[in-house]
């Protein structure tokens, strides 16, 4: 997944560095406040780790081989802002170092595997860990349950097939506004990408879950993320400290990220249904009921409908979870 | 190359691979991938250790212009290997030539924060330790009987995969206070310094000015200002 230089158009390039820098920054901005001279030798520990993990080669079948990204693995393991930095570092080492991954793509490659992956991967784990913790079943380690079992693994599984999409589409977003100078057509790198990921993903989430059972049935105390436990606090400042409330805006900023490439690709032609309608000469008729809001023509009106339609999907789940008493069992 | 201070082989480097990255012109694109080869012949780097890295890029390189070549024809396909490959040459004789120590202090003084460059110093010390750790454990997994797993579907393979990568975390996080106290003790303060501050030399501004001036042609050709 490590894009190479010369590869993308300029522009996309130009846009993954900035939406790089910012996160990074704000990133850097919180992780200097929370990290302590003595938590560097951790930090670089797991970085340094999945480094080398992803010299692991897992078999996927056929004779292919795929092997794991980590950038879950890390942010389950240590937060998602240990997580961007660390990746980071991995990313600068691996592309300074040996080559892999280029300068002027490092923005992108950055983007999809330091900033995309952790947040999708830590953020999906979080939201889905609620649902599963009626699922006690102890696993044959001990101290994992099927639940964290099942939710980290579908947290590893996202977090490679999000940043894969995100790496497919900046390659067609590239090849559709350079006219083909750039990129690889969606043709090919949608399909190729997502098919090959689908299953490098699912090898993902098996061995992430081999991980963390080891890690956690040996040394408990490197995952500070699961071992850690959500202290009530009341009000809105209890909502806004809560893991939930992270975790959507962690899938938020992937969201944020992802907006500008849509509108760089995005067609102003009608969809399936509007042609359809267009050429049998059907007009659309007056709505019985119509919204106050729009999904938006510029990137911020975009993203506000984003960030309202999440935040509404989102407090519909926390209502029915709060109904049905899931993840009370939990804390 | 060796000799150079790294930080005028980073700047040199980046901005003949930002102008290369941006070159659509056929003509133009060889001239970039001749000078990489030109720069890859003078840099002293072993040429089968730099084909050897190559060929690890080599994939992702082909798939893209493959693509490029079915889609938008054979002008544009080769445009995008030799535009790939005049980055992914350039790059390999910087990461091949310099030292990973001076590398890293070299980004430091170029105004990397100090969070980064210190953890990239210990990360890539660790990645030393961990890659023999893991090689010693793979041999061991090996004389065991052991060979990779089969597919995807071999969850035996896949559970001893998962622990070797658990059990290099363990053995490593146990290393890193240890390591840690070693730094304090030689009087580590949370920046990364190197021993001898050297300042540029004629030879490095010479170099940098080489790349700029030769950066500074592609692209003022690339934009047509001779045309």
Redesign the interface.
Do not use: C, Q, W
């Given at each position: 997944m490590?894009?190479?230089?010369?590869?993308?158009d300029?522009m996309v390039?130009a846009i993954g560095w900035i939406e790089f820098m910012v996160v990074i920054a704000v990133a850097?901005l919180i992780?200097?406040k929370k990290?302590k001279?003595?938590d560097?030798?951790?930090?670089?520990?797991?970085?340094?780790?999945i480094?080398?993990?992803q010299?692991?080669?897992?078999?996927?079948?056929?004779g292919t081989?795929g092997h794991?990204v980590g950038a879950a693995l890390f942010a389950i393991m240590a937060g998602p802002v240990i997580a961007m930095?660390?990746m980071?570092?991995?990313l600068?080492?691996q592309?300074?170092?040996?080559?892999?991954g280029?300068?002027?793509?490092f923005g992108l490659n950055a983007t999809n595997m330091a900033i995309i992956a952790p947040l999708t991967g830590w953020g999906v784990y979080t939201l889905v860990k609620p649902f599963l913790a009626g699922l006690k079943t102890e696993t044959k380690h001990g101290k994992m349950n099927l639940g964290t079992a099942i939710a980290i693994g579908v947290g590893a599984w996202a977090s490679v097939f999000v940043s894969a999409s995100a790496c497919a589409a900046e390659?067609a977003v590239s090849?559709a506004i350079?006219?083909?100078?750039?990129?690889?057509?969606a043709?090919?790198?949608i399909p190729?990408m997502l098919g090959y990921h689908v299953?490098i993903a699912?090898?993902e989430a098996?061995?992430?879950?081999?991980?963390?059972?080891?890690?956690l049935s040996?040394?408990p105390n490197?995952f500070r993320s699961i071992s850690e436990k959500n202290v009530a606090v009341p009000g809105l400042k209890g909502i806004m400290s809560s893991k939930i409330a992270h975790a959507t805006v962690a899938v938020l900023i992937v969201f944020a990220l992802a907006l500008p490439l849509y509108f760089m690709y995005s067609s102003e032609g009608a969809d399936g249904l509007e042609k359809t309608m267009e050429d049998a000469g059907v007009d659309e008729g007056d709505a019985v009921l119509t919204s106050p809001f729009e999904y938006g023509e510029t990137y911020f009106a975009a993203l506000f409908a984003g960030i309202l339609g999440f935040v509404a999907t989102a407090l519909v789940g926390l209502g029915l979870m709060n109904i049905f008493k899931i993840g009370r069992a939990a804390e | 190359m060796g000799r150079l201070d790294a930080r005028a082989k980073i700047i040199g480097v980046v901005v003949f691979v930002t102008v290369a990255a941006m070159l659509t012109v056929t003509e133009l694109i060889f001239a970039a991938l001749a000078l990489s080869v030109i720069f890859a012949a003078f840099s002293q780097v072993p040429a089968r250790h730099l084909l050897k890295a190559y060929a690890g890029a080599l994939p992702f390189i082909l798939i893209a212009s493959v693509s490029v070549f079915l889609f938008a024809g054979i002008d544009r396909g080769i445009g995008m290997w030799a535009r790939t490959s005049a980055c992914v040459i350039a790059l390999l004789v910087l990461a091949s030539a310099t030292e990973s120590l001076q590398l890293f202090a070299g980004l430091r003084r170029l105004g990397v924060p100090k969070i980064i460059s210190t953890l990239l110093m210990l990360t890539y010390k660790y990645i030393v330790l961990m890659a023999d750790e893991l090689v010693r454990m793979k041999t061991a997994r090996k004389a065991r009987g052991f060979s990779g797993g089969r597919s995807l579907f071999d969850l035996r393979g896949l559970k001893i995969i998962g622990y070797t990568a658990g059990m290099v975390f363990v053995r490593a996080s146990d290393r890193a206070e240890k390591g840690y106290e070693g730094l304090k003790m030689r009087g580590f303060n949370f920046d990364l310094k190197t021993w001898r501050q050297t300042r540029l030399a004629a030879a490095d501004l010479a170099f940098i000015a080489w790349f700029a001036v030769v950066s500074g042609a592609l692209i003022t050709f690339q934009l047509g200002a001779f045309a």
């Open positions: 490590h894009i190479p230089d010369g590869l993308m300029p390039s850097l992780s200097g990290f001279e003595k560097l030798p951790r930090i670089a520990v797991l970085s340094a780790g480094f080398v993990a010299m692991l080669n897992f078999p996927i079948g056929g081989t794991l930095v660390g980071t570092v991995i600068v080492i592309a300074l170092m040996f080559g892999d280029g300068i002027t793509a390659m090849y350079s006219g083909g100078a750039y990129g690889i057509a043709t090919v790198s190729a299953i699912i090898g098996m061995i992430t879950v081999a991980v963390a059972a080891y890690v040996v040394s490197a | -």
